[in-house]
């Protein structure tokens, strides 16, 4: 569901690649190319939520970085509400990062463990200069009113991070997240780090907040259930590449991507019998130094023939908002 009549998107990555080049063992010496991100296109429309799901180390966390800059892309663009970031200067980037802000996977060591909880959600507002000449109490009243929207209270502002719940302290990382009124939040894996009760309270504040505040989600996991319950678009990715997009209830009823019914194999049903046949994944993933040829999942598939060694299938549309990459579907 979109929250905004705009037809320009949000967020718009076009042939985005990122490779890391690291020095490889001492015996050979040689550089070593890691694929983390390899030619991909997406869109983010104004207050959609994108969930992006693969295996660890699929490069979806290297996207979300590349997204806000925090990584600068090998190629290709990415362009926030028409601008592209490449053409910006640090003190632009550095503007415009306010409206796309991150929440990472372990509250702990995303919080300075030396400040007070007041400080931690205050710190944006002073770095950006936000409220540089505002009386304290003001201040004081913004940090406030941003713990309550995510159920915290001014009782929690003098406690230090260790004095407070894992779920708590993702709270509070969303809350400063929130601090800078941003219209896109990168939420990455904000909730695998914490007991599974405390996941849904998350997952449920993360909903409520959408809608309060109309934002923009790209949501990292590689959890599935997780993914389901709050993207209205999920993007399957894999080696660096997207392989399947598309609407979540689609995804979830009709998934054409053989990697992505392996993956759909571990979640239950919404709809009993919906789901094809489900596709056991072998193995691990590749390196991402040395990805295979042709379609790069072609080492786990059992449905590969000779052409998916040697081609590499293009991501096509299916149907209306529907993307496969594979040589098996739609042709
Ligand atoms: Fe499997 Fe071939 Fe499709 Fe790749 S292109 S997913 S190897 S069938």
């Given at each position: ?54 295996e660890s180390g699929c490069g979806k966390t290297t996207l979300g970085r590349c997204i806000l800059r925090l990584v600068r892309p090998t190629s290709g663009q990415v362009i926030f509400d028409g601008t592209d970031l490449s053409e910006l200067t640090r003190r632009e980037m550095r503007h415009l990062r306010r409206q796309m802000q991150i929440v990472f996977q372990n509250p702990f060591s995303s919080l300075s463990p030396r400040f007070r909880i007041f400080d931690i959600i205050a ?209």
């Open positions: 569901m979109s929250y905004s009549n705009s037809d320009r998107p949000l967020v718009e990555i076009r042939s985005l690649v990122k490779h890391f080049r690291l020095r490889g063992g001492w015996l050979t010496g040689r550089r070593i190319v890691l694929h983390a991100v390899d030619g991909v296109d997406l869109t983010i429309m104004p207050g959609e939520s994108f969930g992006l799901v693969g710190e944006p507002l002073r770095t950006h200069k936000v409220l540089p000449k505002l009386p304290r109490h003001l201040l004081y009243d913004r940090v406030v009113e941003l713990l309550e929207q995510v159920g915290l209270g001014r009782q929690h502002l003098d406690r230090y991070p260790h004095e407070l719940s894992g779920g708590q302290c993702q709270r509070v990382a969303i809350a400063r997240a929130l601090s800078l009124d941003p219209r896109l939040l990168i939420l990455d894996e904000p909730t695998s780090a914490l007991d599974v009760s405390v996941q849904a309270q998350i997952l449920n504040l993360l909903v409520r907040l959408r809608h309060e505040l109309q934002l923009t989600y790209l949501f990292i996991s590689h959890n599935l259930s997780v993914v389901e319950h709050i993207s209205d678009r999920i993007g399957v990715m894999y080696l660096g590449k997207l392989v399947e997009i598309g609407p979540t209830e689609t995804v979830f009823r009709e998934p054409l991507h053989p990697y992505t019914r392996a993956l759909l194999q571990s979640v239950p049903l919404p709809i009993p019998g919906a789901r094809k046949e489900a596709i056991p994944l072998h193995g691990n993933v590749p390196s991402p130094a040395n990805p295979p040829s042709g379609c790069r999942f072609h080492t786990r598939c059992r449905l590969a023939t000779d052409i998916c060694r040697t081609d590499e299938p293009p991501l096509q549309e299916i149907a209306p908002g529907h993307l496969v990459a594979c040589h098996l579907v739609g042709n």
